[in-house]
């Protein structure tokens, strides 16, 4: 089955650019979506389908893919996106959600 | 609109527990609803799932024969029966929304907490 790679922790300056990568089997060419986990509250849907935003999630996120990774981008880091991102894919084979093991955004 | 879980608790090893998610402003027949668990340490983990009418479910290998997922249209409500639990099923567990092989709607979760 799909095994998705994030890297464990991501920090960036306020004001700068994020990027966090999602690697693995075909997650490159497959539909990725990136959730959000803010402690305390729902995990939200960020970024689904490649690259489309949900009403609501800012225009400063983005998603790119090359090979096998898709990377999620956040341009003028605020405060306010530090969070736990995570990947998904539906894994063919096994006909269930795969995850991806979450990055720890900082803003320092 | 929100996704409201409840039944979570501190149990002994081998016990049982219900979870319940009920859909406030939140379609919910139509649609095919999971279970997803926050593991400390580990990230998200999918737990289980089940179809729009409830003639189909799939579980991961480590709760299958343990876990019964289940809902009620009626009462727009999803439940957990957990059996047999383990020190490993200790999370928070989410109730979600899947539209189109995506999770478009999450309850804040309920802890589970299993000690031996």
């Known amino acids: 089955s799909s095994v998705l790679i994030q890297p464990p922790s991501v920090s960036v300056a306020p004001g700068q650019t994020a990027t966090i990568a999602c690697g693995g089997n075909n997650s490159g060419s497959r539909s990725v979506h990136w959730y959000r986990l803010r402690p305390g509250q729902a995990p939200v849907l960020a970024v689904h389908d490649q690259s489309a935003r949900p009403s609501g999630s800012p225009e400063r996120l983005s998603v790119s893919h090359s090979g096998n990774t898709a990377t999620l981008t956040i341009s003028r880091v605020e405060a306010g996106d530090e969070a736990d991102y995570y990947c998904q894919v539906w894994d063919e084979s096994s006909d269930h959600p795969v995850f991806g093991g979450g990055t720890k955004l900082t803003v320092l | 609109e929100q996704l409201v879980e409840s039944g979570g608790g501190l149990v002994q090893r081998g016990e049982s527990l219900t979870l319940s998610c009920s859909a406030s402003g939140v379609t919910f027949s139509g649609h095919w609803m999971h279970w997803v668990r926050q593991v400390p340490g580990k990230g998200l983990e999918w737990v289980s799932r089940i179809n729009s009418i409830a003639t189909y479910t799939s579980y991961m290998d480590s709760v299958r024969g343990r876990f019964t997922i289940s809902r009620d249209n009626a009462k727009n409500t999803l439940y957990l029966q957990m059996n047999s639990l383990r020190d490993e099923d200790t999370a928070v567990y989410h109730c979600?929304?899947?539209?189109?092989?995506?999770?478009?709607?999450w309850g804040q979760g309920t802890q589970v907490t299993v000690s031996s």
């Open positions: 979600v929304r899947e539209r189109d092989l995506k999770f478009d709607s």
